[in-house]
């Protein structure tokens, strides 16, 4: 398979990149290298993998796109602008990236690629803040009153922040693309992604965040009660059900999906805190801030169509996960010049 992936520098894109290069495809990253620590992930990525192409390019460009893309089997498309709050800060910059950079990527797979198979990272906040849905406390945290399984796909869209449209916007896009031009594409909607090469800050990446600072005996501030939930997926899960969708492709072609750790892998972020304290030997200071606007009080992602349709569900859980992206920090703190011994390895299928 020859695979590009935009973004491939990013956190997904580097364990996604070093999955199918084991497996032996032929895989380009294409990245513009602005997003903090994506160098050392290139940087490793190049000592693991030598024969990955790299081609240092914006996806805003669209010649450097269409070359990029010309006669790949997959595309990934993972490149974006991924926090909310720089959106609202700079709402221009997110809608070009995340809206008219996807229409790019899309229009290329057209031109110069039309039997690939394209995959498009969307995200939950294209859902908007559920306010409609009753949640309830239950103990330390939040739930919802009558939804065991989460969010399916069937929940309306309901674009909240200039992030949630510029990324809801492609999201539909790439949705559209394969009903009008008969191109196979699918959006994976996805919930709170972690792991080993992940660049966590207080805006994006909570899981990571937390964990740096708990490594470093810093506390974290937490915007609201602290009791919000989310389901969280190790991204090793999240590269098998790539692979697994593209196998099925003849099934998930123009489907959407919602990807996520499920309702068994759910998290309180007060919980989180608790369990690294645990791990990390270490009290975490907690700051509670006001709430951010926008922010939904409970997220839980339904995948019960992904397991109908193309057979995934989560398998690495929640605390399990955790404690590999504590060791693999650790490790990454201990030598920071060198190579992770504890990557993972991720398996992908031809």
């Known amino acids: ?19 199918l290069s084991n497996a032996g495809h032929d895989v380009c990253v294409l990245d513009n290298l602005s997003r903090k620590g994506v160098t050392d992930n290139l940087a490793w990525l190049r000592r693991t993998h030598p024969a ?19 006669g790949r089997d997959r595309i990934y498309h993972l ?10 800060t700079d ?18 797979q057209r031109e110069v690629a039309p039997d690939a198979v394209l995959f498009y990272t969307s995200t939950n906040k294209v859902y908007g803040g559920m306010e409609e849905l009753e949640i309830v406390r239950r103990g330390e945290r939040y739930d919802y009153s009558d939804l065991p399984n989460g969010i399916s796909e069937a929940m309306p869209l309901d674009f909240h922040s200039p ?39 207080e805006d994006q990446g909570w899981v990571a965040h937390f ?34 969708a593209a196998e099925a492709a003849e099934r998930t072609s123009g489907r959407v999906y919602n990807i996520g750790g499920s309702a068994v892998n759910t998290v309180s972020l007060l919980e989180l805190i608790q369990e690294l304290e645990r791990l990390c030997g270490v009290r975490v200071p907690v700051t509670l801030n006001d709430w951010r606007p926008g ?10 169509q992904a397991k109908r349709e193309f057979g995934w569900e989560p398998r690495v859980s929640r ?15 201990s030598h920071p010049t060198s190579a992770p011994t504890s990557a993972p390895e991720l398996v992908a299928s031809a």
């Not at 398979?1 to 580097?14: C, H, S």
């Not at 990324?167 to 919930?191: C, E, H, N, P, W």
């Not at 708990?214 to 969280?232: F, K, P, S």
């Open 1 to 19: 398979m020859r695979v590009l992936i935009t973004g491939g520098a990013g956190f997904i894109g580097t364990n996604l990149a070093h999955a």
């Open 52 to 70: 990955i192409e790299v081609r240092e390019a914006d996806i805003r460009n669209p010649e450097a796109v269409r070359d990029a893309c010309r």
């Open 79 to 88: 490149a974006s602008q991924v926090a909310v709050t720089t959106s609202v």
């Open 91 to 108: 709402p221009r910059t997110d809608f070009e990236v995340n809206l008219l950079g996807s229409l790019n990527v899309l229009e290329a």
């Open 163 to 201: 992030y949630g449209c510029s990324k809801g916007g492609a999201d539909q896009y790439v949705r559209d693309y394969a009903r009008i031009y008969g191109l196979r594409t699918v959006v994976f909607r996805m919930s709170c992604i972690y792991g080993p090469h992940q660049c966590g800050n």
């Open 211 to 244: 964990v740096r600072k708990a490594l470093a005996g810093e506390g974290v501030n937490l915007y609201g009660d602290g009791r919000q939930v989310r389901d969280i997926l190790f991204v090793e899960d999240l590269v098998r059900a790539f692979e697994m």
């Open 295 to 304: 922010d939904q009080r409970i997220y839980i992602t339904d995948v019960r």
């Open 319 to 333: 605390w399990e996960g955790v404690a590999r992206l504590v060791q693999w920090m650790r490790e990454r703190t």
